[in-house]
């Protein structure tokens, strides 16, 4: 599913500059547990969190994380979308919960890390 | 042989900055076209070690020693120490704060994490004595490298 067909069907909004969003992607997490996501394998996934702070936008590249949205209408403190303009991550806002995030995305074949739907 | 070294601050409860040390030393290890599983492998448990001496360590210091077989990576630091090690070890033990957790650690999988990630993962702690977490990644023998 490319990057922006999935901002479409999040409503999301960009955070940061708009260059990645033929992006192709195929695998999603939703988690605001960290340590869950760099537990797993997550090479080229979204990550779908309500997790705003700095550290998710580390562990995102730590754990090569290709695009972020943050749920349910949170807005990021400046230094999260600054380190991730830095970073080239990719950033969206959505204003829905990770449940219907999640629900929308599985609808349109996503899968999780393990490929299993 | 010890081909580069390098060392990083880090300081107790700064969040702010927790965890560039590790991202740097993943930059530094895609520059160098290192493999990318063992690049993910080091980042990752340097990254879990460095939030966790944020979080309970005093002030301290990660070391990232790059050799022809092998990485290490060891992180230091001055804070409470670990009175039970084999405790610690257990996925879902934790001692971590309020702070930490609205962060997204503290749910007792670093330890967990990085022993699953690295070859060999030696803590040396005690209370009052600081924590040393010293992790090892044999790189691949050449004869296996891809052509």
Redesign the interface.
């Known amino acids: 599913m490319k990057l922006s067909e999935i901002v479409r069907e999040l409503e999301a909004v960009p955070l940061t500059e708009e260059d990645h969003r033929g992006l192709e992607i195929t695998r999603c997490a939703g988690s ?8 797993r394998p997550t ?1 080229g996934i979204l990550l779908l ?1 309500g ?1 705003t ?4 936008v ?2 995102a ?4 994380v290709a695009a972020v949205v943050f749920v349910r209408g949170k807005t990021p403190p400046p ?1 999260t979308i600054e380190l991730a303009r830095a ?1 080239r991550l990719p950033v969206y806002a959505s204003p829905l919960s990770l449940f219907v995030c999640c629900g929308r995305l599985h609808a349109c074949g996503m899968t999780g890390l393990d490929g299993r739907r | 042989m010890t081909l580069v070294t390098k060392r990083y601050p880090l300081r107790a409860r700064d969040f702010l900055h927790a965890g560039e040390a590790s991202v740097q030393v993943q930059a530094m290890l895609k520059a160098m076209r290192l493999d990318p599983g063992l690049i993910r492998r080091v980042a990752i448990c340097s990254y879990e070690a460095e939030m966790n001496a944020v979080i309970h360590g005093g002030d301290g210091e990660l070391e990232m020693a790059l050799s022809e077989d092998r990485i290490v990576v060891e992180v230091r630091d001055a804070g409470a120490g670990i009175a039970d090690i084999e405790l610690a070890m257990q996925p879902g033990y934790s001692t971590a704060d309020e702070t930490a957790r609205e962060m997204g650690f503290g749910a007792g999988m670093g330890l967990p994490n990085m022993k699953s990630h690295a070859d060999e993962l030696e803590i040396d702690s005690a209370p009052g004595r600081g924590t040393r977490a010293r992790m090892v990644f044999h790189r691949r023998p050449p004869q296996e490298k891809a052509p």
């Open positions: 605001d547990l960290m340590s869950d996501v760099l537990a090479d969190t997790l702070s700095i550290q998710t580390r562990t590249k730590i754990a090569g230094e970073e």
